[in-house]
């Protein structure tokens, strides 16, 4: 076989590196017309180009090649990606977008961009991306983000016919005070749709005059002046009082109504005595790991869910309730338990709960049943309008009267929770009943007696009848007033009329203007008075069988609006308040997430953009 030999270093192409000359024995120059293969030795006839030899790696040797042009792709990538992009370069933008975005509806602090595994996330995905720094998203980022989901929720608002607001105050971990304002109105195609307006620090604390003051500046800011705005808030008598500032019409929380309803009922001597024992009983074992260990074990000997005792909750009565019925539930496992030797010696005065004990305990569960019902519907955002209010109350009175066979204890309870309900909404219920009567649901208004449900669809009447009066009115405003003139006729002058050419029309509209009044061929049906209208459309909706509980009011007036036009313009004033300010309370969740230790550092403004963008924003997802 032929040995390679060495190449001139004129010849610098790659294949050179895989060949050299043939050697000639009987001389010092190399034969330059066969190249021999350093690799299989063989010979490879040479023209004067590397055609020939290449063909022989693609034939002989294809992984020399593949490997050749991997790695020079590899270069080629590497060198691309040691580019980084411009920060205004659309992909760029579009990531920063997404981080902020990230941020935003993850709740994830600024300084997300400057930790290590995030950094290096983005560095696998996009290493020509350079992340931007905290400062230039909160400052720059973040605001521009704002500002554009604000157009887009201001469009929204502007669509609406009645905006009703929630609001409440809250306080973050370093006791900075605020108040967070939530719209809610009912679209075009009849979907109820929510939004976060705004987080406001309230500087001093959370006196009428400043929430008053806030929720003016809120109104005025989102333009809701001319929307007919309804406030909700809770009970508390800084709430009430500044909303009656304001001068708007104002609805109690029916989630807030019930849990004042409840404590008072949990604050009856007898009761409290009770639950305190349990409550004494289940910190026990949430503190003692011997008792706790022990528990396990007798309700696997029991065979009882394995199920930890429940701690309440001061401000939530319904964690009492959840509270006494685990206890209720584990019972004969805590029993067992207590009279264990190794528990005893922790606390030798703790005893169980006695029989009757027990039976009061599940008596007060069942009679609290229905309230705890009440609250969860309450807490389903898209059911809890103000239709559902004057139903629950209704039967929620009902369910609180005592009967023969209660005990003096759940008559006290019943009793304290009756009278406290019943001070309720006494200067709201006609506003309560027409919304009822306007939900296909609770229409027929059955808790009402036969008087109290005529005046109701009267009212309503009087009330359609008034939007048709305005409907009118801004239909004669905004429409064509230009009227068509008829020609100044003189009889008298006949002889005097000039002799112009005839113009056709002149005889018919004098024809008209003479003999139209008496001869019309149309015969014209009396013009409808609104209020004749308002009864006719509230009779045929009467008439109309009330809809299954289960079923959406929303989708009903969707499906029904050109039938009861203008029952459907007062649906959508009514249906669009929320019997509750639960949709502005669950803010606090998520405003707890936002206002902690780690973001200690924002601002007012930043908590703001960062609540009402993580509540309003929208991400495609594809």
């Known amino acids: 076989m032929a040995t390679p030999g060495n190449v001139p270093p004129s010849l610098k192409a790659d294949v050179w590196q895989h060949f050299g000359f043939k050697n000639c024995e009987d001389s010092e120059e190399p034969d330059k017309s066969k190249a021999v293969c350093k690799m299989c030795k063989m010979e490879v006839k040479h023209c004067g180009n590397t055609t020939n030899l290449r063909n022989h790696l693609t034939r002989h040797h294809p992984d020399i090649l593949l490997a050749k042009t991997a790695d020079t792709k590899q270069r080629s990538l590497e060198k691309a990606f040691a580019v980084k992009f411009e920060s205004t370069s659309p992909r760029a933008q579009k990531i920063t977008q997404s981080v902020a975005t990230f941020i935003c509806k993850d709740i994830r602090p600024y300084s997300v961009v400057e930790n290590d595994g995030f950094q290096n996330l983005i560095n696998t995905l996009e290493p020509r991306y350079v992340l931007p720094t905290r400062k230039h998203l909160s400052e720059v980022v973040i605001p521009n983000m704002y500002e554009k989901v604000k157009h887009d929720v201001t469009a929204s608002l502007k669509s609406a016919e009645r905006v009703a607001i929630t609001c409440d105050s809250w306080t973050s971990r370093a006791t900075d005070n605020y108040l967070t304002i939530t719209s809610h109105h009912i679209d075009q195609e009849w979907k109820l749709v929510s939004h976060v307006l705004q987080t406001r620090t309230t500087e001093a604390s959370h006196t009428a005059a400043n929430l008053s003051e806030i929720m003016f500046k809120a109104i005025e800011e989102w333009e809701l002046t001319n929307k007919n705005p309804v406030i909700v808030t809770d009970n508390a008598a800084n709430m009430v009082r500044a909303v009656e500032i304001t001068g708007w019409l104002h609805i109690g929380c029916f989630a807030h109504t019930l849990n004042l309803a409840s404590q008072a009922g949990l604050k009856v001597p007898a009761v409290a005595q009770l639950l305190g024992r349990v409550r004494r009983i289940a910190s026990f074992f949430h503190r003692s790991t011997v008792a706790s260990r022990k528990l396990k074990e007798k309700q696997k000997i029991l065979n009882l869910p394995a199920h930890k005792l429940v701690n309440d909750g001061v401000t939530r009565w319904n964690s009492t309730l959840e509270m006494l019925e685990r206890f209720l539930e584990q019972q004969p496992a805590i029993s067992a338990a207590l009279l264990s030797p190794e528990v005893r010696r922790n606390d030798s005065n703790l005893c169980s709960l006695t029989e ?27 059911s809890s309008t103000l239709s559902i209010i004057a139903p629950l109350h209704a039967q929620l009175l009902e369910k609180m009267i005592s009967v023969s066979h209660d005990s003096s204890l759940i008559k006290d309870l019943k009793t304290a929770v009756y009278d406290n309900l019943k001070s309720r909404y006494v200067a709201l219920k006609d506003k309560l009943y027409i919304a009822s009567a306007l939900d296909p649901r609770f229409k027929a208004l059955p808790f009402l007696s036969k008087e109290t449900c005529n005046n109701t669809f009267s009212q309503l009447v009087l009330e359609a009848a008034g939007l048709e009066n305005v409907d009118t009115a801004i239909r004669q405003s905004d429409g064509d007033t230009s009227e068509e003139t008829v020609p100044d006729i003189s009889l008298d002058g006949v002889d005097e009329v000039d002799y112009a050419p005839p113009i056709k029309r002149s005889k018919d509209s004098a024809l008209i203007f003479l003999l139209g009044p008496a001869y019309s061929t149309k015969t014209t049906a009396p013009q409808k008075t609104p209020t004749q209208k308002a009864k006719e459309e ?27 036009p203008l029952l459907a313009l007062q649906a959508k004033q009514y249906l669009s308040i929320p019997g509750t300010s639960v949709p502005s309370e669950r803010v606090f969740s998520t405003a707890g997430d936002i206002v902690t230790a780690q973001r200690s550092c924002l601002t007012p403004q930043h908590v703001d953009q960062l609540l009402f963008l993580q509540k309003n924003l929208t991400v495609s997802k594809k």
């Open 356 to 382: 009757a004990d027990i039976t009061d305990g599940e008596d007060i569960v069942k009679a609290l049943k229905p309230l705890k019902a009440a609250t969860l519907v309450m807490s389903e955002e898209k």
């Open 538 to 564: 509230v009779n045929r909706y009467r008439d109309v069988e009330p809809v299954a509980l289960s079923e959406d009011p929303l989708i009903w007036w969707r499906d029904h609006e050109r039938e009861y």
